[in-house]
């Protein structure tokens, strides 16, 4: 740690160094000489095990790059239109899949299969050739066939054929293209089959990547440290091999004349000091506790100088940060960013603590500061505050900039009446209720923590039950044309009917849903509801909120997309709300899920806009149809006026962008008057339209098509709103 000293070993008096140098220094040798094998056992396990986790991802990288490929041309139009066409489009086809046969990047062979699984046509070498395939190939693709999902994704698997290992991958051959969905016989689609022969050019570029000696393929494993292969059925089909790096066997080589230098030397000095030794196992002591990417101290070193200090009784402050965002920002950057963010918050966490605490990398995105002494407590929390302020500002990472919180938690403790690990955990806990309350603040520990941290863990379980009886119900709040009063569209808003809370909005308990994995199958069992719901209201379009947990989710808009299409749900009439801080956290992400949504032929709306989480150029990032400006600017806009030109400028911008400006939680006919006069096209809120059932929907969807639209209602009148809702919602 930055002023760690370990314990000062007990120096030995003139009078008795004569008679304890000779057992000290033999103890010492020993000693050292066991620390040393042990340390070059560990190294070469630990690079012995983390040349086999690279080599596992580095197999699992070339079967996946085989399968996207091989989903990449057969879901590609003009592919389908070459395959389906009669006669075959063989010049196409030359130029796109037999050139890749001749590249042999992806594949060696690329063999076309008719819906009936008789070989249609190949291509080997870039040229146009039947290809025999054997027996264990055609057993591996026809359960490959069978193993395709619902989603068309390529089916992989690797297989021993004859006296060598491949690849093989497999996808039926569709349009993109719904409108050329008629290209595909009625009997079935055609296959794609890619093989890739592995060989010495990709054992190659595995070692040359992984910096790993004489990497290759075998049927068989010999002595060297190996990596199985099985087929998709568990069988195995050979192994990648290599030789043992035994890196701490060279550094150990390497250090031994400066070890046999340093040994003579403590030999000359050690009648006189034995300090020299002691500075060598200090160092040895720091390595073992300092974290290598941050260059701070790590956990253990946390838990020895609690330790250590455990006999002085004094007041510490222990707080625990977890980064919001990181793992976004590691899933849509890569890991390198995602390291080079490390480091950058641990700079920051070091400027921040300066002389105050001592900072500490625990692992992951988890840090700890520690404070010592008189107002140990309320240093910690000025230490943590900066640290929050500094994370306002974006981390430049790689040219790009990286927006990320921290949720602290906070304990104060005594030295040596609990321990280091009780006192970890008490700080853990309230790092978890901060992030439970919303991210980007700072929890002090106290017993009632226990309640809250027992009660988020009854809620989830609450949660994973009502998913499973579907006890979740929808209502719908109407949005209101400022002209002509009419609904132009509703948004569903979810309800739970807790046995014991009583009935619970989205906001009760859908921060718990996204830190447990449940948004996604909680948004699927709504869009059936709406769906059912809708049957009977035409054409109005349908508002759904989508949470960071769904967007986060692998494979979420695939998902979203296929629901829609068998619930006979026409994309266009959805609106689907994403929140403005989603694309200030990561806008590039926001960016992609915002431009995916649009090719799906939904509307976006931009939630919560003017909020204080982005500037106007959020619009320049995506084509929003609307602009929801947030409540508290409206509910402001009366009475501020720096609130009512801020509000202005949102409607002006929005409209500069070809969007319409919502103005939500409108709780005044005053409010709606004013929404009106400063240009709003639509209006949301309790004045006009509390959340009602679907019933009720349907009810007052009859009723004004038998009445029409209510009048726009002018600045003077003191009479009804837009619409009248009290006989529906109470």
């Known amino acids: 740690m930055s002023r760690y000293n370990p314990p000062e070993l007990m120096k030995p008096t003139r009078q008795r160094l004569v008679q304890l140098i000779l057992p000290v220094l033999l103890l010492f040798f020993v000693t050292i000489g066991l620390s040393l094998f042990q340390t ?20 699992d990288t070339m079967v996946s790059r085989l399968a996207d490929y091989t989903h990449d041309n057969a879901y590609w139009d003009e592919v389908a239109r070459a395959v389906y066409a009669t006669p075959t489009d063989m010049a196409f086809l030359k130029t796109t899949l037999g050139a890749a046969t001749q590249e042999r990047v992806y594949a060696d062979t690329i063999v076309v299969l008719s819906p009936g699984g008789a070989q249609q046509l190949a291509f080997r070498n870039g040229q146009r050739q039947d290809t025999e395939l054997t027996p264990s190939l055609t057993d591996a693709i026809s359960r490959l066939q069978r193993k395709i999902g619902r989603d068309n994704r390529a089916a992989t698997t690797v297989v021993r054929n004859e006296r060598a290992i491949a690849l093989v991958a497999i996808s039926p051959i569709r349009p993109m293209d719904t409108k050329l969905r008629r290209l595909v016989p009625a009997k079935g689609p055609s296959y794609l089959v890619l093989l890739k022969y592995v060989g010495r050019e990709d054992s190659f570029r595995i070692g040359r990547t992984l910096q790993l000696p004489n990497v290759r393929f075998q049927l068989q494993p010999g002595r060297d440290p190996f990596v199985a292969l099985h087929d998709d059925e568990g069988r195995p089909v050979g192994v990648v091999t290599w030789s043992p790096p035994s890196l701490g066997t060279i550094a150990l080589g390497r250090a031994m004349p400066v070890i046999a230098v340093a040994a003579l030397v403590y030999l000359i000095v050690a009648a006189f000091s034995l300090g020299s030794g002691y500075a060598s196992l200090r160092l ?52 390198e960013t995602g390291d080079q963010l490390i480091k950058a918050v641990a700079a920051l966490l070091k400027q921040a603590a300066g002389t105050d605490a001592t900072a500490i990398r625990l692992g992951g995105d988890e840090f700890a500061l520690l404070a010592t002494g008189e107002g140990a407590g309320t240093r910690i929390e000025q230490v943590a505050n900066r640290l929050l302020i500094m994370l306002d500002v974006p981390v430049m990472l790689l040219g790009r900039p990286v927006q990320v919180g921290a949720s602290v938690g906070i304990v104060k403790v005594r030295l040596g009446e609990i321990s280091p690990s009780e006192a970890m955990r008490r700080a853990d806990a309230a790092m978890y209720v901060a992030k439970r309350s919303g991210k980007k603040r700072v929890v002090f520990y106290s017993p009632e923590l226990e309640q809250e941290h027992v009660a988020a863990a009854r809620l989830t379980g609450a949660l994973r039950k009502a998913i499973e009886t579907r006890e979740f119900t929808v209502h719908y709040q109407p949005m209101i044309d400022c002209r002509s009063g009419n609904v132009v569209s509703v948004e569903a808003l979810l309800r739970w009917p807790h046995t014991e809370l009583g009935t619970l909005s989205a906001h009760d308990f859908i921060h718990a849903a996204d830190q447990a994995g449940l948004t996604v199958p909680i948004g699927a069992l709504v869009l059936d509801q709406i769906a059912k719901d809708a049957q009977d209201w035409g054409d109005m379009r349908l508002a759904v909120n989508l949470s960071r947990g769904q967007l986060r989710s692998p494979g979420f808009l695939r998902l979203l997309a296929d629901q829609l299409k068998a619930l006979q749900i026409a994309p266009e009439r959805m609106e689907f709300e994403m929140r403005e801080e989603l694309f200030v956290e990561n806008a590039d992400f926001a960016e992609e899920i915002a431009a995916e949504l649009r090719q799906m032929g939904s509307r976006l709306v931009l939630d919560n806009f003017g909020s204080g989480f982005a500037a106007f150029n ?81 009810s007052l969807l009859s009723v004004r098509r038998r009445t029409g639209p209510a009048a726009t209602r002018s600045t003077s009148d003191a009479g009804p709103p837009l619409f009248q809702l009290e006989s529906l919602s109470g």
């Open 618 to 698: 959020t619009l320049e990032r995506a084509d929003f149809a609307k602009v929801k400006i947030d409540t508290g600017l409206v509910s402001r806009a009366a009475s501020d006026d720096r609130a009512l030109v801020l509000l202005q400028s949102c409607v002006a911008v929005a409209h500069s962008h070809g969007a319409r400006a919502v103005a939500q939680g409108v709780e005044t006919f005053a409010q709606a008057e004013l929404m009106r006069i400063v240009g709003c096209d639509e209006i949301q809120g309790w004045t006009y339209g509390r959340p009602i059932s679907a019933a009720d929907v349907t």
């Open 40 to 59: 070059v056992a560990q190294v070469n396990q630990v690079e012995a095990q983390r040349s086999r986790m690279a080599v596992n991802a580095a197999i």
């Open 284 to 335: 040895l002591g720091w390595q073992v506790m300092a974290d290598s990417l941050s260059r701070l101290p790590n956990r253990r070193a946390l838990r020895w100088e609690m330790i250590r200090r455990a006999d002085s009784r004094e007041d510490a402050g222990l707080a625990i940060l977890d980064l919001d965002g990181f793992k976004m920002v590691n899933d849509s950057f890569g890991h």
